[in-house]
Nanobody, 122 residues
Framework: VQLQASGGGLVQAGASLKLSCEAS????????SAWFRQTPGKDREFVTA????????YYADSVKGRFTISRDNARNTVYLQMNSLKPEDTAVYFC????????????????WGQGTEVTVSS
């Protein structure tokens, strides 16, 4: 399974962005997927996850109420809608597949995309 993340960019605080993660391989749809983010010098941190069906979602406290994860299994794609962006959301965002369900550490996800950079200016 290969994951291709896209949709990052440079925006001002308060703006919105929507990230996409398209997977090759049907097994992607049988497992939970997640988004993580990483800033220089820091470990990759959990942002949000979605169950294989899309019916259950999990969020880090820092993004609750602002970010929404969803998936379209017909398109093998997971989305991350980010609203009310803050400068502290600036990071490289990674999508992950074949994850254990829930708020998980990165070593419980098997597949990783290449990352897409999000920069939020104040």
């Amino acid at each position: 399974v290969q994951l291709q993340a896209s949709g990052g960019g440079l925006v001002q605080a308060g703006a919105s962005l929507k990230l996409s993660c398209e997977a090759s391989g049907s097994t992607f749809n049988n497992f939970a997927s997640a988004w993580f983010r990483q800033t220089p010098g820091k470990d990759r941190e959990f942002v949000t996850a979605v169950s294989w069906s899309g019916s259950t979602t999990y969020y880090a406290d820092s993004v609750k109420g602002r970010f929404t994860i969803s998936r379209d299994n017909a398109r093998n794609t997971v989305y991350l809608q980010m609203n009310s962006l803050k400068p502290e959301d600036t990071a490289v965002y990674f999508c992950a597949g074949k994850c254990a369900e829930g708020v998980v550490p990165e070593d419980l996800c098997q597949y990783w995309g290449q990352g897409t950079e999000v920069t939020v200016s104040s």
